[in-house]
């Protein structure tokens, strides 16, 4: 089965910079997706960022210009955060979205999430 375990928060002052990693386990699909999401107190779950086995990627306007996701070895997705102000500050969950099996031609949504990572930025 699928796992998505993420990694690197912490807690730095406005204008610092984290970098979280989502490093999926059991991700055996020629196609997918795999996206970020944060959910800051009182406030609903957001989408933050996203790429696809094409590396092509797309960004929530309030992070775009300051954050970054990219690919990396294993099966590893990383988020770049720059720039970061006190309003970033939420829990932020790797989540699985659509994929295709190797030798299917049909895509399928798949959603496991994350168990999230707490990025906190001070003034």
């Known amino acids: 089965q699928v796992q998505l375990v993420e990694s690197g928060g912490g807690s730095v002052q406005a204008g610092g910079s984290l970098r979280l990693s989502c490093e999926a386990s059991?991700?055996?699909?020629?196609?997918?997706?795999l996206s970020w999401y944060r959910q800051a107190p009182g406030k609903e779950r957001e989408f933050v960022s996203a790429?696809?086995?094409?590396?092509?990627t797309r960004y929530a306007e309030s992070v775009k210009g300051r954050f970054a996701i990219s690919q990396g070895n294993a099966d590893t997705v990383y988020l770049t955060m720059n720039s970061l102000k006190p309003e970033d500050t939420a829990m932020y969950y790797c989540?699985?979205?659509?994929?295709?099996?190797?030798?299917?031609?049909?895509?399928?949504?798949?959603?496991?999430w994350g168990q999230g990572a707490l990025v906190t930025v001070s003034s």
């Open positions: 989540k699985t979205n659509r994929v295709r099996p190797c030798g299917s031609s049909l895509y399928r949504y798949l959603e496991v």
């Open positions: 059991g991700y055996n699909y020629c196609s997918y997706e």
């Open positions: 790429i696809d086995s094409d590396r092509s």
